[in-house]
Structure formats: structure tokens, C-alpha cells
């Protein structure tokens, strides 16, 4: 694998990172255009998109577990890579929690109404 890598980076982590947070992004907007022309399609992408972010976030999160394990981090470097580390813990979370609650909602047919009220009772 490391023969696949550029020389600027020390792992794979920092190649893949980036994959969910554009994917999260995309699928927003396909949810935006779903809102001002109400299409099935769009719909459906934009759940598709959430999936593939939040498994893609799973990646993210694995490689950047190996990554800590294999770069050396001076000792002042600790409490920033450990807040890195939570952020991706939050995100993770986060992400996998939101399309399992789409997933849930288009495989039960939830309004918006029905959605909003379940996702305001479980913040």
C-alpha cells in the first residue's frame, strides 16, 4: 500500500479525509433540490450520497486510528492530535446517526413532520 502513497503523505488518512465531508456536502445540496423542485430522484440520491458519507466517514475514521499508531507526534503535538481524534469520534457518530435515521425514515415512509419530531426528541 505504501508503494501507492505520494511522498507527501505519511498514510492514507490524509487522502481519504476529505471524501466524507464533500460527499456530506453534496448530498445537502441534493436535499436543497429536492426542496425547491420536489423530485423522488433527488431524494433518493441525496440518501444514496448520506450512505456512502457515512461509511466513507468509517474509513476516515479507521485510517486516521492506524495513522496515530504510526506517525511519531512530539509530545506538544498530543492534546491537538487528541482533539483531532474526538473530532473524529463526533463525526463519525454524527454521520452514521443521520443516515440511519433517513434510512429509517424512506424505508417508513416518515413525513417531514413525523422526521423533525423524532430527531427533536432525540437531541
Known sequence: MKQLLPDWAPNIHPLII???????LLA?????????????SLKK????????????????FLSGSQAI???????QGEVTAGKHSDWGHYTLYFF???????????????DKIKLVAILLLLL
Request: positive net charge; glycine residues 0%; aromatic residues 18%.
Open 28 to 40: 445537502t445540496l441534493f436535499d436543497l433540490l429536492s426542496v425547491i423542485k420536489p423530485n423522488d
Open 45 to 60: 440520491t441525496a440518501l444514496s450520497i448520506y450512505c456512502i458519507a457515512a461509511l466513507s466517514a468509517l474509513a476516515a
Open 96 to 110: 452514521l446517526f443521520y443516515a440511519i435515521i433517513r434510512l429509517i425514515a424512506f424505508w417508513k415512509r416518515w
Open 69 to 75: 499508531n504510526e506517525v511519531a507526534i512530539p509530545f
Open 18 to 24: 476529505h471524501f466524507p465531508i464533500a460527499l456530506w
